[in-house]
């Protein structure tokens, strides 16, 4: 992507979600993978999780209004080409971040893309989302999706679709396009065995399919964020979806490639590479 010239604005993305105070996932992710795309990340904290590379022990949450407060005032002053959502945690805010988003224009029945990465678990495991939201995932959040971009975890807990090949990823994705998202994007990467790892995009009519290479790696923290913040990047530099994914599956493999050590669990995804 273009980065700025100096002294000039860059295009700017905003991010609706958790932090990590690990420094590994999250808002963190978010913002260095904006920022080596030439953009200016603006944030709206969601959660406050205490995490390190071994877990997430608790998290808080940020009262609703306070969420969407931060969106009002950074679109409003700033302004935005796009944004994405992570962690929001509870139905309560979901619902907040629906309202605003409604109001401000941002998702697919308004004219900002937004990117939904519907967040539900840690990699070890550690819930980021009350069980009880799962239904405003479903109901509200994914429905306001340009394009919604689960892992095979969050495909079965959302739609009870047990991704094992690519018939059972079809369905998926075209689960999740009923649900409401313009595109769907079902990110095979955690399909165990597989030698390449194949995301498919769905908008009701084309089937598109990425597959790379699996990086083997244990440092896979935050791949899913990193993602999904270079999709929203790229949609915000004026690309369609199915180049910004193609783009953003660039980008995270080579993130993967240079992962590093970290802590005594697993460590991030690279942005140095
Ligand atoms: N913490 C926060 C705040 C996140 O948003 C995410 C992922 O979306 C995670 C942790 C989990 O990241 P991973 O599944 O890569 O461990």
Known sequence: LPLPRTGRTPVR???????????????QADSRTMALCGVHAVVAVAAVTV???????????????VVADQVRAVVGDIGIGAAKTGMLASTAIIDAVADVCGEVGLG??????LVV??????????????????????HTLIPLATVVTPNLDEVRL??????????????????LHHLGAQWALVKGGH??????????????????????PRVATGNDHGAGDTLAAAIASALAHGRSVPEAVEF??????????????LGAGHGPVSPFW
């Open 108 to 113: 697919r029945a308004g004219s900002i893309p």
């Open 51 to 65: 995490q390190n590379t071994v877990g997430v022990s608790r998290f808080h949450e940020i009262p609703p209004d």
């Open 191 to 212: 399909l165990r065995g597989a030698a390449t790892s194949t995301d498919l995009l769905y908008d009701g009519d084309r089937m598109i399919s990425y597959t790379r």
């Open 117 to 138: 990465d519907p967040v539900c678990a840690s990699m070890h495991g550690d819930s980021l989302l009350r069980p009880d939201a799962l239904d405003a995932v479903r």
């Open 158 to 175: 959302i739609t009870g679709i047990d991704v094992i090949d690519d018939t059972t990823a079809r369905r998926a994705a075209e689960l």
């Open 248 to 261: 953003a599956k660039e980008w995270v493999s080579r993130c993967l490639a240079a992962a590093y050590d």
């Open 13 to 27: 993305v905003l991010t609706i979600a958790g932090t990590d105070s690990g420094g590994g996932a999250g808002i």
